[in-house]
């Protein structure tokens, strides 16, 4: 910010150059009540410039009552508004003024719009801080009061959100009526407030004292935990794990345990899987002890649970529960009771379960060690290697890094092949997309006579796949095998057989041909490429179908830095030239492309030296600028 | 309240006042919002047209009640399915209110796919002052320009607005035939003939199939959904009800997917009465819950019946329409008004109830009482502030005065849309293109 505060830019300017510096700012005043809304928007986001021109007294006298009333507007532009007047502090004077920023975002903080609101509280959160304790009492909390006993529920579900912020900062009165305002909003009449109210119970209960938490939380938490609205229950499994963790142990059993106890056995399985969701959070509130007595068998519960939405909720959590038991006696418990539940899964009915136990089942044997991995777990994996549904194998498969680790691969690899073979020959081509993505690290980890004994055909029939993002993705994959396995066992392995399809019948063969050369001429390094692409390659710029000769001057741009430079200018220049004046606009067109690409590199680099030399002489900078 | 309504003083409005209507202006739904202050219908050109009641006034008590139009505006336009080669109509099929949340009033409207949330607020005030531009919109030059000016917002006549909020597009194959908005004011629910549908209010790329009737093989198909709704205070529970004159009740607590349901609802038929027509005539054409939750009403072709939701195997009371239609089911069968779909409603208090009927009548029954009572909504029958007669049809016999013998009722007048005021004895018919609002009589 340039002069003093108070001092406005128009009244220095309006002396010298007005209408240069003026103008700008008008025109964005205008453009606040455009048609247009990326217009309106446009000055929105440039507030503080307008700001900043007007001073901050007639930011606080005209600007701010303007926007106070600006809210018919479009939802993006009410967004815009309320993040600006959050950092909008110092534009009207300072915190001595930053009271007077209230009036719009309160108004702001009542429409119907979600994200508008949200990015009210979240400004006035903001500035609360920048309050002093006395403006806050003043200013601030009768701002609270007024939106918490609004007559419209969008006024008092905003309000949940500002308690917290002012509560650590008011007289001991002022706290007692904000108790009192949350009491009330908690059990208010719609359940869209009691649902605000809900999900910032937690974040209320972190700013209250300890006794407070006890005698005032404790009775909402059970109240909103067994409201008649599931939506409202759900929340309040939220706000377990915050008051779980504030409260003593002792405490924890009397006050927080029926009611989650009661939340993992609700009747309505959106709240049990809200409590599968929140389990590992539950867990490291509760503590060890009261997960061993309760949690388990809670978990074990939800893993079993009628819908299958909890079982896949549960399953997803079973390694982070598994790994945050506690030591002494995680491996008996998992042992006795987590692992036979797992086991049911395996064949749970419903693929969506299934796949999630996949993603995760795989990280349980380094948990459980080498002899019970070996035991009990590589028969479920054997199991879900094998299962009808495409996504729980994959998940096992992409997975495999965590049992290379304690077991190594080679015990799962007599059924890993027909599951990969299964699933590389899939229907459907987005799991054979899948599949190819986990083959540069399944020939790390298989290594590489595996590799070119069982699985290098199935890599080069992806790329005469008919869909083209298999190609695609197989000519990618084949550059990352390179990249693994080096040049040498490029050349004897793949590159012969990539060659070899330079004759296939089908043009979009020959062109797969051009686009692994792309690919691969980094990782096989100059001779290969010089030696045995680029002859290939050449000879392909007289096929017959013009795709493929463009593609071959397009190959030839990638693959020319590559290429020795003999064999530029004597074997690539005069069939790029030849394809220059193809009867093809498109051949033509990536031919000159081509030539301009790999050619004109030099010629470029001196007239950038030419450049360097006049820049010294000539003064390139005009006097105006340097106007301060 | 109490419930005199066969001396009920009319109050009634007469809304396009056409000599002549359109197909574009028939009206296919009409609802009230939560208070009764407002009153909202659609049309088959996908008009939205909402009323407001007049506030009360010292000078004129009596204008208290009389609705006036508040806002209009075009909710859906005709559209074309190039997938499918379809015609999607703009027809509203329902309206539903959300329940207020701040100034603006907010609406659900759906024709056959697409169902769209209205916001209807309220602008009076207007900036003032350009810095480029002058009062009267001329452009200033740029160098006259010396200092800045802020607009400044200026008190102006009322304007009412209605913007498009959301639009809920792509969820149904088949055609909408409800929405429904659940307690939780968060989601609701849409049905279209073989599938319902779980919306959230503020999100319009997904939704939640919970219900889904499809047989894999369509040759199989016995039965469609015809209607449903949400539970009034039971965010977990909702009805549907099917072309077989079956009700089912599902709990959404149970499982995500409600293809099972926990309560199922159906008279057994009896054998006496079978014919061609029993299976068309016994499709449900409406549902409804009663106000407290306790009850549910169906309306079939024939008769209006209430189910305590306790008691599945029979209704607890069934009221007849117009039974005189029993004998002229086959000339109804041909001229395809077998297949209208009447509406029914509750009062504000659950003791009477409303149903539509041809000839422009429409029919009451009070629950305590037993006694019924059959209206006509017509303009040359009523005069504002005048007393609906009660209507007789005569069946059989001799006819006597002020009775209507079946064979002329006119079957193209037909009531099939009404609502009930939630809170007071007010209440708007639908008939064809004009729309009669009738009040309780006022002291």
């Known amino acids: ?628 | 309240m109490e419930e005199e309504i066969d001396n009920r003083k009319i109050n009634n409005s007469f809304l396009r006042d056409h000599n002549y209507a359109t197909e574009a202006d028939i009206i296919s739904t009409v609802e009230f919002n939560s208070t009764g202050e407002l009153l909202a219908t659609g049309d088959k050109g996908g008009r939205v047209v909402v009323f407001q009641r007049e506030q009360e006034s010292k000078n004129q008590p009596h204008r208290r009640g009389e609705y006036n139009v508040y806002s209009t505006f075009q909710s859906h336009e005709p559209e074309f399915d190039y997938l499918k080669s379809l015609e999607i109509e703009e027809k509203i099929n329902k309206i539903r209110w959300l329940p207020q949340q701040n100034a603006a009033y907010f609406l659900l409207s759906t024709n056959d796919k697409t169902v769209k949330l209205w916001k209807i607020s309220e602008r009076d005030k207007r900036p003032e002052g350009y810095n480029l531009k002058d009062e009267d919109g001329r452009i200033r030059d740029p160098s006259t320009i010396t200092s800045l000016r802020v607009p400044v917002l200026r008190p102006m006549d009322l304007m009412v607005e209605a913007t498009p909020r959301r639009v809920f597009s792509n969820g149904h194959t088949y055609h909408i035939n409800s929405i429904s908005v659940n307690s939780d004011y968060e989601t609701y629910m849409s049905t279209d003939d073989l599938r319902i549908n779980l919306w959230h209010l503020e999100i319009t790329n997904r939704s939640f199939n919970i219900v889904d009737i499809k047989p894999a093989n369509m040759e199989e198909l016995t039965e469609v959904i015809t209607a449903a709704e949400f539970h009034p205070h039971q965010c977990n529970t909702f009805v549907y009800s099917s072309s077989k004159g079956s009700i089912r009740l599902c709990d959404m607590r149970a499982a995500a997917l409600c293809d099972n349901h926990s309560k199922f609802f159906e008279e057994p038929e009896d054998p006496s009465n079978r014919s061609f027509f029993s299976e068309i005539i016994s499709s449900i054409s409406d549902v409804k819950f009663s106000h407290s939750g306790r009850y549910l009403m169906t309306r079939d072709y024939l008769t209006v019946k209430v189910w305590d939701l306790n008691m599945e195997s029979k209704p607890l009371e069934t009221y007849q329409v117009h039974d005189y239609l029993r004998s002229k089911l086959c000339s109804l069968y041909e001229n395809d008004c077998i297949f209208d779909k009447f509406e029914c409603v509750w009062n504000g208090s659950d003791s009477v109830i409303m149903t539509g009927s041809y000839n422009n009548f429409f029919r009451m029954f009070d629950r305590n009482t037993k006694r019924d009572v059959t209206l006509e909504a017509s303009r040359e029958n009523s005069k504002p502030r005048a007393i609906l007669k009660p209507r007789k049809v005569c069946v059989g016999g001799k006819r006597r005065k002020d009775e209507i013998s079946v064979d002329s009722l006119d079957f193209s007048k037909k009531i099939l849309h009404t609502t009930w005021h939630p809170s007071e004895n007010i209440i708007a018919v639908a008939a064809t293109n004009n729309l009669y609002i009738f009040q309780d009589k006022v002291n």
């Open chain 1, 1 to 628: 910010m340039r002069g003093r505060a108070g001092n406005s830019v128009e009244a220095e300017m309006a002396g010298a150059e007005g209408e240069d510096s003026l103008y700008p700012i008008a025109v964005l005043i205008d453009e606040l009540r455009n048609e247009d809304v990326q217009l309106r928007l446009n000055s929105i986001k440039k507030l503080s410039t307008i700001a900043l021109a007007l001073g901050v007294e007639r930011t606080r006298t005209e600007l701010i009552p303007f926007l106070t009333d600006t809210i018919y507007d479009e939802d993006e532009v009410l967004l815009a508004l309320a993040e600006q007047l959050g950092n909008f502090t110092m534009l009207v004077g300072g915190p001595e003024y930053v009271h007077c920023l209230l009036p719009p975002l309160e108004s702001l903080a009542t429409v119907e719009e979600t994200v508008v609101r949200d990015k009210a509280v979240e400004s006035l959160r903001k500035i609360s801080q920048e309050h002093s304790p006395v403006d806050l009492e003043v200013h601030f909390e009768p701002l609270v009061k007024r939106l918490a006993s609004g007559d419209w529920f969008t006024s008092r579900t905003s309000a949940c959100g500002l308690f917290s912020v002012c509560y650590p900062r008011v007289s001991n009165t002022v706290k007692a009526e904000i108790r009192q305002h949350f009491r009330t909003l908690c059990s208010d009449e719609t359940p869209m407030v009691r649902r605000a109210a809900a999900s910032k119970l937690g974040e209320f209960a972190k700013v209250l004292e300890l006794d407070y938490v006890k005698s005032d939380i404790i009775p909402l938490f059970t109240a909103l935990a067994s409201d008649e609205q599931d939506s409202v229950r759900l929340l309040a499994v939220e706000a377990c794990v915050s008051i779980a963790t504030l409260l003593p142990q002792e405490d924890l059993e009397t006050l927080v345990m029926s009611t989650l106890r009661q939340a993992a056995e609700d009747k309505s399985w959106r709240v049990r899987y809200m409590v599968a969701d929140k389990f590992s959070e539950l867990q490291k509130a509760v503590g060890p002890e009261i997960t061993k007595n309760d949690l388990v068998p809670a978990f074990q519960n939800l893993l079993k649970d009628c819908e299958a939405e909890v079982r896949a909720a549960a399953a997803n959590k079973v390694k982070e529960f598994c790994e945050n038991l506690p030591e002494d006696s995680r491996e008996t418990l998992i042992m006795s009771h987590v692992l036979p539940c797992v086991k049911e899964l395996v064949s749970d009915t419903n693929q969506h379960v299934k796949s999630a136990l996949a993603s995760v089942i795989m990280g349980l044997s380094t948990i459980l060690g080498k002899d019970n991995t070996v035991e009990h777990l590589l028969p479920l994996f054997l199991v879900q290697l094998k299962d009808e549904c495409p996504e729980v194998r994959l998940n096992i498969i992409s997975n495999l890094d965590c049992v290379n680790e304690v077991i190594g691969i080679r015990q799962l690899s007599q059924s890993l092949l027909p599951a990969i073979v299964e699933l590389a020959e899939d229907a459907k081509w987005r799991v054979r997309l899948a599949i190819i993505e986990y083959m540069p690290l399944l020939a790390g980890q298989l290594g590489v006579e595996f590799f070119d004994e069982k699985l290098n055909s199935l890599c080069m029939a992806w790329l005469v796949d008919h869909v083209y993002a298999i190609r695609e993705a197989a000519t990618c994959n084949l550059m990352k095998l390179v990249e693994k396995f080096g040049a040498e066992w490029a050349q004897n392995t793949i590159v012969p057989k990539v060659l070899g399809m330079s004759n296939d019948p089908n043009y979009l063969h020959r062109m797969t041909t051009l686009f692994c050369i792309k690919a691969l001429s980094e990782a096989c390094g100059q001779e290969i490429t010089t030696k045995h692409m680029l002859p290939v390659v050449l000879k392909m710029s007289n096929d017959q179908v013009a795709n493929v000769r463009f593609n071959v001057a397009k190959c030839l741009q990638k693959i020319g830095p590559v290429i020795d430079s003999n064999a530029l200018q004597a074997e690539v220049k005069p069939v790029l030239e030849k394809l220059a004046t193809d009867q093809d606009m498109d051949v033509k067109y990536f031919a000159q492309e081509a030539i301009s690409g790999i050619f004109s590199l030099p010629l470029f680099r001196v007239f950038l030296l030419d450049f360097t030399f006049t820049l010294n002489f000539v003064p390139m900078m005009s006097r105006n600028e340097y106007r301060f």
